[in-house]
């Protein structure tokens, strides 16, 4: 079964602090793994999509990058604004936008 | 240009009623996916219809109903509610062609149950 993982699930940081964010996966092959960002209140947000391992995505302070088991969001001196839950999903293997999501990462930082 | 539009963003129901969730996508967006959001399982997938089709299901028990119009809006049903859908249910759009992992949320539409 297709399962996502994501750690830590809570991650305070203060501002500057520079960290990252895990997702491990687990799929019959892989067609793509998506960052989304989720504020309070509001639905999920877009960020990036991966499609092959040694990928790299870059907007502004976020980083992600993709191996043949995991994905990591790396964060480079965070501010108070990029504070959200930061979720990871994979694409089911065939043709459909039936994404399968980890329970997400939620980010503090603090000034 | 607009976004996805989702009402009602609240209700409160009781067990054993039903309810039903609206969702218009972004114009010209003809793939509707519906998700439950709950802190304890994360979004987990409902269904999706293309073209007012059910193009796929996810594992949720047949109270759970969905369907999409000729104009791509889609509305989700729940029968027989119980305490365990209280929850975000989020509706997200997309060409629906491209499979490229983007989709567009709604802000969603919380529902408690009581």
């Known amino acids: 079964e297709d399962q996502v993982t994501q750690s830590p699930e809570a991650l305070r940081l203060q501002e500057g602090e520079s960290s990252s964010l895990n997702c491990s996966y687990t799929?019959?092959?892989?067609?793509?793994l998506f960052w989304y960002r989720q504020d309070p209140g509001k639905g999920p947000e877009f960020l990036f999509t991966l499609y092959s391992a040694g990928e790299e995505k870059e907007k502004e302070r976020l980083k992600a990058t993709l191996t043949k088991k995991e994905s990591f969001l790396h964060i480079t001196a965070p501010k108070p604004e990029d504070s959200a839950t930061y979720l990871c999903?994979?694409?089911?293997?065939?043709?459909?936008?039936?994404?399968?999501f980890g329970t997400g990462t939620r980010l503090q930082v603090f000034p | 240009k607009a976004g996805v539009t989702q009402t009602p963003r609240y209700l409160i129901k009781t067990r054993g009623q039903q309810v039903t969730l609206s969702c218009s996508p972004i114009?010209?967006?003809?793939?509707v996916s519906w998700y439950q959001q709950t802190p304890g399982q994360g979004l987990q997938f409902l269904f999706e219809?293309?073209?007012?089709?059910?193009?796929n299901k996810g594992n949720f028990p047949g109270r759970f109903s969905g369907r999409q119009f000729s104009n791509s809006r889609s509305e989700m049903n729940v029968s027989t509610l119980e305490l365990g859908d209280s929850a975000l249910y989020l509706c997200?759009?997309?060409?629906?062609?491209?499979?490229?992992?983007?989709?567009?949320f709604g802000e969603g539409s919380r529902l408690t149950v009581l």
């Open positions: 219809y293309f073209s007012e089709t059910q193009r």
């Open positions: 114009s010209g967006h003809r793939s």
């Open positions: 799929v019959s092959g892989l067609r793509g």
């Open positions: 999903a994979v694409q089911a293997p065939y043709n459909t936008d039936k994404l399968i």
């Open positions: 997200a759009s997309s060409l629906g062609t491209a499979y490229t992992g983007e989709l567009f």
